[in-house]
């Protein structure tokens, strides 16, 4: 079965993606990619590849969530997760409901609780949601009778920032394999829930993982590295650029969030750039097939340059484009894991 021959009312079983092998995917919720199996990434990233397929379209428009329901709940400010998982659950024909968490009754003392309740009772069958409070997406999950997406929570983790990442990673690379490939993430580690999943898919699909910021913003990623090397997972901590950078595959940079950030951490934005911004220079001691990454938004002129964000090894733009396909498969998936309120499977 295509991907067009969905039915409105239910949906198909995993093997009747286009490419895909009979692996089932038992997962209701994405909260984490931890929980992922190296059969669950592979799965992932097959039907990201069908899901290319139906942008490219002139149409990009299929009907495999049609009768479905997807709310947008953010209590952070977004651009890039947002609105490409409003487009990608649209590109799936589902019904979209945005809620913004400032103009809603949070904004009057409601609970987290009580607001999934009151979107469950308006018919929801998938939750997409973004909370400053780590952990927040589980309270919703337990709460929610459908499922839900974790779009970032805290500190702690962005599930499908990683496996966009992983996907236009593995799309660039020759071969398509990160096996012994040297990836780095370089900025601010310790407030980023991105660097926190892409620890976990990157050094699963057998990247050689450095980490690379001033002392206070990686601090306590040592111990990650440690219990990495004791798991055979290859993984570095590294205040050195130049250590970092040299001979790199892959190079990822991160924003400074002030937003989250005690004071004393950085001297300043200025020191920071001119110790740790990714430049043409810094980035000179890569491989010359280097990718640069940047999950956005960018602080151009302080964790990266603006002629790197926009030069040729630059892969940014494809993150954006490949995060509507990733979120359409993800979607699709998930739909498939329970029943729908007509009892359909």
């Not at 024909?93 to 609780?113: C, F, H, P, R, T």
């Not at 050195?240 to 937003?259: G, N, Y």
Request: glycine share 8%; net charge neutral; aromatic share 4%.
């Amino acid at each position: 079965m295509t991907i067009e021959a969905v039915p409105s009312v239910a949906i198909p079983a995993v093997d009747a993606i286009p490419g895909t092998k009979p692996v089932p995917w038992r997962h209701r919720h994405l909260l984490d990619v931890a929980g992922l199996s190296a059969a669950d990434l592979d799965l992932v990233m097959r039907t990201t590849d069908a899901m290319r397929e139906v942008l490219a379209r002139p149409i990009a428009k299929v009907p495999a969530l049609r009768g479905r329901q997807v709310t947008i709940l953010f209590y952070e400010a977004s651009t890039r997760t947002r609105v490409s998982f409003e487009v990608a659950a649209k590109n799936l024909s589902a019904d979209v409901v945005n809620i913004a968490a400032a103009s809603s009754s949070v904004s009057k003392g409601e609970s987290l609780v009580d607001t999934v309740r009151t979107i469950e009772a308006l018919g929801a069958h998938m939750l997409v949601m973004r909370h400053s409070v780590s952990g927040a997406p589980y309270l919703a999950a337990d709460t929610f009778g459908g499922s839900v997406l974790n779009g970032g929570d805290g500190w702690h983790a962005h599930p499908t920032q990683a496996l966009l990442d992983l996907y236009t990673i593995r799309e660039r690379l020759p071969g398509g394999s990160l096996e012994g490939r040297k990836v780095v993430i370089l900025g601010d580690l310790l407030h980023s829930r991105v660097a926190r999943s892409n620890i976990w898919t990157l050094t699963a699909a057998g990247a050689d993982l450095w980490l690379c910021g001033p002392p206070t913003l990686v601090r306590g990623f040592e111990a990650w590295a440690g219990r990495g090397a004791a798991s055979g997972r290859r993984f570095h901590v590294t205040t050195s650029v130049e250590e970092a950078l040299r001979d790199a595959d892959v190079v990822m940079a991160l924003r400074i969030q002030r937003e989250r950030m005690a004071a004393g951490l950085l001297p300043s934005l200025r020191e920071y750039a001119a110790r740790y911004g990714l430049t043409s220079e810094r980035l000179a001691v890569a491989r010359p097939d280097a990718i640069v990454m940047h999950p956005g938004p960018m602080n151009e002129g302080v964790e990266i340059a603006a002629d790197v964000a926009a030069g040729v090894q630059s892969v940014i733009t494809d993150q954006v484009t490949n995060g509507v396909a990733v979120r359409m498969a993800i979607l699709y998936l998930l739909a498939g894991t329970h029943a729908d309120r007509s009892g359909a499977a």
